[in-house]
Each structure stands twice: as C-alpha cells, then as structure tokens.
C-alpha cells in the first residue's frame, strides 16, 4: 500500500520514498545516545550513516524524551549549526530536528533541506520558515510537551485523532503557501502515548497513509520495544527496530527514523524484493 503521491519534494529537490533517515543526536541526554556525539564526532558519524545507506541524516540538539527540559535557543544553535553546515557541504542531504522557528531557519540557511517538527507546525512561525524556503517538512504529533506527555496520555480513538490532528495542520500549512508535495505526516510513536497505543498505530497504519503525504515513523529504541521484548537496554533494541521497520515499509510507511541505518536498510531491500517479485 502506497500513498497517493511519488516523490517527497525537499529544498532544492525531491526525494523518492521509501527511505531511511538517520539519527544524529548532538544532545548530552538523549535517551539512547545522549553524549555520544561532539560536532566532529557527529559528523563523522553522520557520514557513517550515509555509507550504511541513510538517504538522509537528522541532526537534533535537543532531546525530545519523556521528561526532558527545554534547551535555551542559542545552546541549540551552538550544537547543530556546525553538524549541519559540515554534512551540507558533505552533500549529505540534511534534516534539522526543532521546534524552533530560529533554530530551523538558521539551520535551513546551513544547508538544512528538510525540517522536521516534533511540534507538529503549530508555531506560525515555523510554518513560516518552511515557506519561505521552501524546505521539506516533517510535521509531527505529540500529545501535550516532552516533560508531560507520558503522563497520562487519553485519545477517543488515536488514529482517528491523529488523522483528525493532520487535516487541521495540512489546512494551516496550505493556507501560508507550502507545497503540499514537501509535506510528510509522522504520527509520534511514544509521543504521547502508551504501549496500547502504539501497538494500534502500527497495525492501523495504512488508515494514515489514506491522507495522501508520505509517512515518517521514529519508533528505533523506543521504550515500548523494550517493554514488548523485556530489553532495558535502549542500544540492545536495534533488531526489533529493523523488524518493525520492514514492517512499517509493508504498511505503507515511506521514511524510517533510526539510530541503526544498516539494519533497516536490509528491511527495505528484503521488502522492497518480496513486493516485487
């Protein structure tokens, strides 16, 4: 199952799904990486990523965990500028990871050429700079804000909240003028949500791929795959993630977000070859 659109439009080109995205984080809390990456070794780890296949490589300075404290505006500057501007020049087709308006333009100007909200464009703002750059975007949604929205997440039916969520999005992007082609949907695994809800997403995701923009889904390392297969370690759930994605990509999912490029890779081949055959 396939959306209804081909290429993913981004600045300065297209993309053609599906795709793997990988995980720079330059943040020292992440939940599974949190410390790792310093701007040269992030770097260098982002053009590892790409040699293992990441059609593209998203870079965040600030950790969107349950739990976890804003970061002041011009840290985050401090921590991705650098990475991005490195990757660009790199060729490296680069996603910047933000919920702030500053922070995206500033990175798009570095060569970012896909932004990708965790905020969902509810800013003007934000909705402003993809735009006036004409950037691709990720809009993703989140019940409540990283400190609070594990705490008691409540939805009448959560596809159909979400699905609810992205109309009235799409509705306000469209309305400023961005390219509904540059648009992908990420319905925020562990975003808001429980284990029950999750596990619903994945197996109702083809009722997303209905709105007619690609998907995004960041589920590598969650919490609720350790939870599902007894594994504490978040660095440890590297292989249910590769099984989810080649999943995902079944279901109609044209982005995976993760940490292990390779594996997911090796999803997407071996899928891609049973579909066709």
């Known amino acids: 199952m396939t959306p209804a659109v081909t290429d993913w439009r981004i600045r300065d080109g297209a993309l053609e799904p599906p795709l793997v995205m990988g995980i720079v984080n330059v943040t020292p809390d992440s939940f599974s990486d949190g410390g790792l990456w310093t701007e040269e ?7 590892e990523l790409v040699d293992a296949g990441a059609d593209i490589v998203d870079v965040g300075g600030e950790s969107t965990r349950p739990g976890a404290a804003p970061v002041d505006e011009s840290e985050e500057l401090r921590r991705v ?16 990871d933000s919920m702030k308006p500053t922070v995206a333009r500033a990175a798009v100007e570095a060569g970012a050429r896909i ?20 950037s691709g975007v990720v ?12 705490l008691d997440p409540r939805y009448d039916d ?13 509705e306000e992007a469209h309305a400023v003028g961005i390219d509904p082609v540059s648009i992908a949907l990420d319905p925020g695994i562990g975003f808001g949500k429980t284990l ?12 997303l791929t209905g709105l007619g923009h690609h998907l995004v889904v960041g ?12 594994i504490e370690d978040p660095q440890q759930r590297d292989r249910a993630t ?20 390779a594996g997911s890779r090796e999803a997407l081949s071996l899928v891609r070859a049973i579909v066709s055959a």
């Open 139 to 150: 809009i993703m949604h989140m019940q409540g804000e990283p400190r609070t929205m594990q």
């Open 158 to 170: 959560v596809v159909t909240d979400i699905a609810t969520f992205f109309h009235r999005r799409l």
């Open 242 to 261: 590769s099984i989810l994605s080649a999943l995902l990509f079944e279901r109609g999912v044209g982005i995976v977000r993760v940490h292990d490029v």
């Open 81 to 96: 500028l650098p990475v991005v501007a490195d990757l660009a020049s790199e060729g490296v087709v680069v996603s910047i």
């Open 115 to 134: 932004v990708n909200d965790v905020g969902g464009l509810s800013d003007p703002a934000m909705r402003d700079v993809v735009a006036d750059s004409g």
């Open 196 to 207: 029950e809800h999750n596990l619903e997403l994945v197996r109702r995701m083809p009722e």
């Open 41 to 47: 070794s992030a770097v260098r780890h982002g053009l």
């Open 219 to 230: 589920a590598s390392r969650k919490r609720f795959l350790g939870t599902i297969l007894g």
